[in-house]
């Protein structure tokens, strides 16, 4: 009997590392480290290089990152020591120790200037300073033999702070409130990206790792005024939401318009079935509505 493989959880505390955490049953014959920056400051290179010198993995996805995009603005120093400088350190110690890096990224590398879902390849032409830090990431690690990048959006989970659960406070506190109706993307449902991980570090351990870069949300079109109103109707909500635009609700970080994701390459390479994009968000909301 072979020994167990070992995989390393980055970001732990947050949606992500979360939701892989629900899903890591599935692996039995994996053992799973979960670590976040109480257990290690991954932007502290000499403490990063003595843990592995300590701990062997045969996987590790990095979930750590700086989501604050407004605050990146002003703390951009920080935004790129997490978001561009952890993923080039994990990605040298990858080819250094052999091992295999997952890391995410975002929609957010983009401009939103097209209206025709983005591939991989497209170019990338990021508006804030959390789009720019994030692509800096993925840029060290191109052509990384032993990096795959993923890029999702519009992140959502029974865990931490994000729209759904917003929106869920938001809609029992007031009787209308305006979102944004043009901005159009794809709402992603944490545990689908963590099972897509899970399945893509499975399928890799079993065939041929394939680095570069794949894009993952779930499957559907909506604008943040769609998203919004499919929460109240879903949760039986009696608030009202209203459609404004982008510059009626201005913010320190420029969004991209038009970030929808094409997931053809993800779905080819990997055989993935994606979920539409209302049946997850039904299944998030029993799960936070039943709590």
């Known amino acids: 009997m072979t020994d167990a493989k070992k995989i390393l959880i980055t970001g732990a505390n947050g949606q992500l590392g979360k939701s892989l955490k629900k899903a890591d049953k599935d692996l039995s ?8 920056v109480t257990d290690l400051n991954l932007t502290r290179a000499e403490d990063v290089r003595y843990y592995f010198d300590h701990h062997q993995f045969d996987y ?3 979930c750590a990152a700086y989501t604050r995009v407004d605050e990146a603005e ?3 120093d920080e935004a790129f020591a997490i978001n561009a400088g952890v993923p080039r350190l994990l990605g040298e110690l990858a080819k250094q120790r052999s091992f295999r890096l997952v890391h995410i990224s975002t929609d957010y590398v983009f401009s939103g200037s097209t209206s025709i879902p983005y591939k991989e390849t497209a170019k990338a032409f ?3 300073a959390y789009g720019k830090s994030k692509l800096e990431g993925e840029t060290a690690l191109r052509n990384n033999a032993n990096a795959i990048v993923i890029r999702s959006a ?22 209308e409130i305006g979102v944004v109706y043009d901005q159009i993307g794809s709402p ?3 545990t689908d990206l963590a099972t897509t991980i899970l399945q893509i570090v499975k399928t890799s351990d079993q065939h041929k790792f394939l680095p570069g870069i794949y894009h993952y949300t779930n499957e ?5 005024f769609d998203f919004a109103w499919e929460i109240m109707n879903m949760c039986g909500l009696h608030c009202t939401v209203i459609p404004i635009s982008t510059s009626q609700y ?3 970080a420029r969004r991209p318009a038009y970030s929808v994701l094409d997931k053809s390459r993800i779905k080819k390479v990997y055989g993935l079935e994606i979920p539409y994009w209302k049946k997850s968000l039904r299944t998030a909301v029993d799960i936070l509505t039943k709590k």
């Open 74 to 76: 002003r703390d951009q």
């Open 154 to 175: 519009w992140l959502y989970s029974e865990f931490g702070n994000n729209f759904l659960k917003t929106m869920l406070r938001l809609g029992r506190e007031k009787n």
């Open 250 to 252: 201005p913010l320190p």
């Open 220 to 224: 559907g079109i909506c604008s943040w």
């Open 188 to 190: 992603t449902y944490a």
């Open 126 to 128: 990021p508006l804030s």
């Open 60 to 62: 590790v996805v990095n």
């Open 29 to 36: 014959h994996f053992t799973f480290t979960y670590i976040d």
